[in-house]
């Protein structure tokens, strides 16, 4: 199936630093969401963005729904260690395939 | 709020024989339960889409025959492994859809790790 493209796959740094992440997708979608999952748990929502152009915050989290509809991007500022974890954005398209597509992930770990 | 659960959380299981998986919704009546799969270090692929009283709807490429999924009421949806081989080793994580929520509202499951041996 579809999946978006995350970048970085990986990302090591160290406390209190800040953190950047993108997903790009060839498909537009409506809505973009951003999880965060830790081992062997589901994934958990963090961010909802809704129309294009979008920026939202939540606490240290800040993301936003590209112009084109078809990339997102999710910030973390003054990491700390429990941010570790592995941070999937997601897109939802109502155009008749209601599902939501994951991206291949961002496994942040923290140094430290 | 909105809390999935999953039973069990872990199971081995021999090759050939089945393995039922238990998704419930806790605190809220869910139109709609998804299921994924998830290989080490990759992301969530959905396997099927169930509606409750009604048949499920298969991801292409995932057999219907071997993963029976039977959503019999708003709270409870059940995926089963049928004779399953070491392939089907993996991580499955059912989502929920709440009744008159959002259309991209889905609360996830913590998981259940399949190991065939």
């Known amino acids: 199936g579809q999946q978006l493209n995350q970048s970085p796959q990986s990302m090591f740094i160290q406390e209190g630093e800040d953190v950047s992440m993108n997903c790009t997708s060839s498909s537009i979608f409506n809505t973009w969401l951003w999880y965060k999952q830790e081992p062997g748990e589901g994934p958990v929502l963090l961010i909802a963005?809704?129309?294009?152009?979008e920026l939202t915050s939540n606490g240290r989290l800040t993301a936003q729904f590209g112009i084109t509809r078809k990339d997102s991007f999710l910030n973390i500022s003054a990491s700390i260690p429990s941010d570790v974890g592995i941070y999937f954005c997601?897109?939802?398209?109502?155009?008749?395939?209601?599902?939501?597509?994951f991206g291949t992930g961002t496994r942040l770990t923290i140094i430290p | 709020g909105a809390v999935v659960s999953q039973h069990p959380s872990r199971v081995i299981c021999k090759s050939g024989t089945s393995v039922k998986i238990e998704c419930r919704s806790l605190?809220?009546?869910?139109?709609?339960m998804f299921w994924y799969r998830q290989f080490p270090k990759q992301s969530l692929m959905l396997m099927a889409t169930?509606?409750?009283?009604?048949?499920?709807?298969?991801e292409q490429g995932v057999e219907k025959d071997k993963f029976l999924i039977n959503h019999a009421s708003l709270t409870l949806s059940t995926l089963t492994v049928t004779s399953a081989h070491p392939e089907d080793s993996s991580f499955y994580i059912c989502?929920?859809?709440?009744?008159?929520?959002?259309?991209?509202?889905?609360?996830f499951g913590p998981g259940t790790r399949l190991t065939v041996t």
């Open positions: 169930s509606n409750e009283g009604s048949k499920a709807t298969y």
């Open positions: 605190d809220f009546q869910a139109t709609t």
């Open positions: 989502s929920a859809h709440p009744a008159g929520g959002w259309a991209y509202e889905q609360y």
């Open positions: 963005l809704y129309k294009a152009g």
């Open positions: 997601a897109g939802w398209a109502n155009f008749g395939n209601e599902k939501l597509t």
